[in-house]
């Protein structure tokens, strides 16, 4: 006699519902908490009703704290999408009703009656787990400076647009610097080029523009309106951005260059940094995505479409109808067409399928996704094989070539 059991993951509390495999009576209902003692229960409580490897358990969160409990413990781990498991909610209460006890019992069935279409989780190692961790908190970070930046340059364009011009990012450190020292257009009244480069100098500035050109640009921006009163309150806000922008910016520096070394170490990163200008950043996002377990992208066809870069096409009678896939892993998708957007500058087949997609019609971001659909078949090859890229044996790239 088998048993399945389903989880309901929770913030403090984790519902846990265990059947029989043949007629899905139910076994065995309980919470527990999630703290070391309460996973420690869960357990316990789970190899007292079978052995762990003969007691699956489906969830919907495949990741996390609670998750390597249950593996390591020994059972099978049956990740089951969230957007699975709301289309089978009618199947158990015409009503809609939702409770915890109730989706860990629908988990469990779930896992009884169709578990034949889904694959237990094989963790990825510990040096992916970690790559993961890097790149997605360095993401969360990014995505905060730049809404932060763009809540400085908003500021700025309101009533100083001449600080926000003189340098190409308002949240570089130089111009992040030079804000902190000159918050109001009164503060840089008497700015000129030998006090401007005296800065400069002190800050390490690259000298990509000369300083006279610099001022040009600060001095060129329209002039301030504002009152006394009002810039001064505005220079105390660029002040406050300016304080949590520049720590900021100095963190994501150093968790881009751990990130860096880190996916340059690995033989997968190796591989994934072989394609053009894949670069070490977009190879690491791809990468901690794509994870190191072979058997879970079978086909690059499911590779494409866990990355989003394929249509979804309904077709019933005589319509069909072809849309845009919503459902996917959007950080692989957002990491894997900025890969294919930067190729074209380095691949001229990359090039040309771009440019044959636009012709067709094809906006920019569509003909993205074409062109990464076409590189994610050639990045699976590579993946599955342990090869990195060669383009002598790309023969499309080479025809093109010829």
């Known amino acids: ?184 257009p009164d503060s840089a009244a008497r700015l000129g080029e030998k006090r401007l480069a005296a800065f400069l100098a002190q800050h390490s500035y690259c000298g990509r523009r000369p300083v006279a050109e610099l001022l040009q640009r600060l001095r060129a921006a329209p002039k301030s309106r504002a009152g006394q009163t009002e810039a001064e309150v505005k220079g105390e806000l660029v002040r406050a951005l300016v304080a949590v922008l520049t720590p900021l910016v100095a963190e994501i ?55 989003g870069v394929c249509p979804v096409t309904r077709a019933s009678g005589k319509s069909r109808a072809v849309s845009f896939r919503w459902a996917c892993n959007h950080r692989l998708r957002k990491a894997v067409t900025c890969f294919a957007d930067n190729s074209r500058h380095a691949s001229p087949w990359a090039a040309t399928l771009y440019r044959n997609a636009r012709q067709r019609g094809c906006d920019h971001p569509h003909a993205v996704r074409i062109l990464a659909r076409a590189w994610l078949r050639i990045l699976w090859r590579a993946w599955i094989e342990r090869k990195p890229y060669d383009p002598a044996n790309h023969r499309a790239a080479q025809l093109i070539a010829a």
């Not at 519902?17 to 703290?35: E, M, S, T, Y």
């Not at 890097?134 to 001449?162: I, Q």
């Not at 033989?267 to 791809?286: E, K, N, T, W, Y």
Request: neutral net charge; charged residues 25%.
């Open 1 to 184: 006699m088998g048993y399945v059991a389903g989880l309901d993951w929770g913030r403090t509390t984790h519902a846990v519902c265990v059947v029989d495999d043949a007629d899905g009576k139910i076994l065995a209902r309980f919470d527990v908490a999630h703290g070391a003692k309460g996973l420690a229960e869960l357990t316990a409580r789970l190899a007292r009703i079978a052995a762990p490897p003969e007691l699956p358990i489906a969830i919907e969160r495949p990741s996390g704290l609670l998750v390597d409990t249950l593996i390591d413990a020994g059972h099978p781990v049956v990740p089951i999408h969230p957007n699975a498991v709301r289309a089978c909610r009618p199947r158990y209460s015409a009503a809609g009703a939702k409770s915890d006890p109730g989706d860990a019992y629908m988990l469990a069935d779930i896992l009884r009656t169709d578990g034949h279409r889904f694959r237990p989780l094989r963790p990825c190692s510990d040096d992916i787990k970690a790559l993961r961790a890097l790149v997605r908190t360095r993401d969360d970070l990014v995505a905060e400076r730049v809404a932060l930046a763009n809540r400085l340059r908003d500021l700025l364009d309101d009533f100083w647009p001449g600080a926000a011009a003189i340098f190409a990012d308002i949240d570089s450190p130089i111009a992040l610097a030079f804000l902190a020292r000159y918050p109001t």
């Open 253 to 307: 520096a150093k968790l881009t260059a751990r990130l860096e070394h880190h996916v340059a170490s690995l033989a997968d990163g190796r591989i994934l940094m072989s394609f053009p200008r894949a670069g070490r950043v977009c190879a690491a996002q791809i990468l901690a995505e794509l994870g190191d377990v072979r058997e879970r992208f079978q086909t690059a066809d499911q590779l494409a479409a866990e990355a």
